[in-house]
């Protein structure tokens, strides 16, 4: 009698145990469905027939290896986006100050470029506004484009991009050089080379390593890459002018405040 109670007491315990597997299995499917769907809508390129790409630099300003940068872009009429670090905007204002001016544009990678695995939405928010007014002092604009950390997205991040009305920019993994771990420059440029394509978006970086460092790979490798793209009609346009051939929307770069 005492072993047939106990019988139908756990028999209850594993209906209602699988009662609740079955009804939360859905529920978190479906909440992982809508992560990978709204990652799979973020940006990594454009799609366009006209030879146009973005090059983009990320982790800077460097106070030597930006200006070299700054300097091939000007030689070859190139345009690019520089996806700023806060705290290095800070330490090296005029060389964003030069940056902007000479028309290129600025994206907001956070002001401690921590990886966004374990940040919370209090902490990312901190970290786009204090750079966004780092931003806004040096250059008088505020951007629309954030680029996350090491491309990391999650419901904490793609959240914040919208309530910050900013665009999240990844790139082109395809072209995806990994140059901050300093491979040979003919590996970064002929990877590029071979396998750019209209709309593509160039991931590279203008800091690499340390402060006083004065060359890296990618300098040596962007002016295979920039005579490349011009001798083979490809126009290099920043972020915004690449989502304006593909999307006809004007960017968000003035605060309406
Ligand atoms: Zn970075």
Wanted: glycine fraction near 4%; proline fraction near 5%.
């Amino acid at each position: 009698m005492k072993n047939t109670f106990l019988m139908r007491v756990l028999l209850c315990l594993c209906l209602i145990c699988i009662y609740f597997a079955a009804i939360l299995t859905p529920l978190s499917s479906f909440a992982d469905d809508s992560i990978a769907q709204r990652k799979a809508k973020l940006t990594r390129e454009v799609q366009t027939k006209k030879k146009m790409v973005a090059l983009t630099f990320d982790d800077g300003p460097h106070p030597i290896l930006t200006p070299k940068i700054l300097d091939l872009l000007k030689k070859y009429h190139a345009k690019a986006t520089f996806f700023v670090v806060g705290n290095k905007a800070e330490q090296f204002p005029d060389v964003l100050l030069r940056t902007y001016q000479e028309g290129h544009e600025i994206g907001n990678h956070t002001y401690d470029h921590i990886l966004g695995k374990q940040i919370t939405a209090d902490r990312l928010q901190t970290e786009l506004e204090h750079t966004d007014q780092i931003i806004k002092k040096i250059t008088g604009t505020r951007t629309s484009l954030y680029r996350p950390v090491g491309g990391y997205c999650n419901a904490i991040i793609m959240d914040k991009a919208e309530e910050n009305q900013k665009t999240i920019i990844l790139w082109s993994w395809h072209l995806d050089v990994r140059d901050w771990q300093l491979p040979p420059a003919n590996y970064i440029s002929s990877k590029i080379i071979q396998g750019v394509q209209p709309g593509n978006i160039i991931l590279l970086h203008d800091w690499i390593s340390m402060e006083n460092r004065t060359s890296s790979p990618t300098v040596e490798a962007l002016e295979h890459i920039l005579a490349y793209l011009k001798k083979n009609g490809y126009e290099c346009v920043t972020v915004s002018e690449l989502l304006f051939e593909a999307q006809k929307k004007l960017p968000n770069l003035f605060d309406p405040k």
